[in-house]
T-cell receptor, first 115, second 109 residues
Framework: DAGVIQSPRHEVTEMGQEVTLRCKPI?????LFWYRQTMMRGLELLIY????????DSGMPEDRFSAKMPNASFSTLKIQPSEPRDSAVYFC?????????????FGPGTRLTVL | SQQGEEDPQALSIQEGENATMNCSYK?????LQWYRQNSGRGLVHLIL?????REKHSGRLRVTLDTSKKSSSLLITASRAADTASYFC?????????FGAGTILRVKS
């Protein structure tokens, strides 16, 4: 099993540019989570999907952030326009169970730097 | 504010010693989980303990849960240099899993 796959692993962009982060969950998992990790705020849940449907997006910081899950094997997190304060490591995780009920499997993360 | 908080924030020990990390949380839970994060990597699930369990073991890991005190501890016995990582507890909050700030463990060889 390849685990959760994220791309790109590193992204450096300039303020105002659009950024798209990608995630492929583990096959058969029906929950997918996007997290952001910073030194100041730790690990924060941005949004989670169950069976491709967004269940809770209350952690999405602003309208500049959007996430989609067009099918069970792919999700994107988009930031448009990006700002320097969006610099962080973004993790995607998947789980065979809903939300907090069990183990979550994390991808390696995308380190985003917005200049 | 975060649901779970770990202490200490950082811990430095010699290889072979035991490491204990603590987690406190605020509201009632169904389960509590511990994760490890190596530098530059994603989190890895270590163990889940349910609210009706008091202690659970997995290899060199021992987790306890005291629901009356809303606290949990993670004990790593006979630590190794490879155990150097950040350790996070995670608890439910509504329909989310909320992670604490973590304990940074350094095991010196």
């Amino acid at each position: 099993d390849a685990g959760v796959i994220q791309s790109p692993r590193h992204e450096v962009t300039e303020m105002g540019q659009e950024v798209t982060l990608r995630c492929k969950p583990i096959s058969g998992h029906n929950s997918l989570f996007w997290y952001r990790q910073t030194m100041m705020r730790g690990l924060e849940l941005l949004i989670y999907f169950n069976n491709n449907v967004p269940i809770d997006d209350s952690g999405m910081p602003e309208d500049r952030f959007s996430a989609k899950m067009p099918n069970a094997s792919f999700s994107t997190l988009k930031i448009q326009p990006s700002e320097p304060r969006d610099s962080a490591v973004y993790f995607c995780a998947s789980s065979p169970r809903e939300a907090s009920r069990g183990e979550q499997f994390f991808g390696p993360g995308t380190r985003l730097t917005v200049l | 504010s975060q649901q779970g908080e770990e202490d200490p924030q950082a811990l430095s020990i010699q290889e072979g010693e035991n490491a204990t990390m603590n987690c406190s949380y605020k509201t009632s839970i169904n389960n509590l989980q511990w994760y490890r994060q190596n530098s530059g990597r994603g989190l890895v699930h270590l163990i889940l303990i349910r609210s009706n369990e008091r202690e659970k073991h997995s290899g060199r890991l021992r987790v306890t849960l005291d629901t009356s005190k809303k606290s949990s501890s993670l004990l790593i016995t006979a630590s190794r240099a490879a155990d150097t990582a950040s350790y996070f507890c995670a608890t439910e909050y509504g329909n989310k899993l909320v992670f604490g700030a973590g304990t940074i463990l350094r095991v010196k060889s």
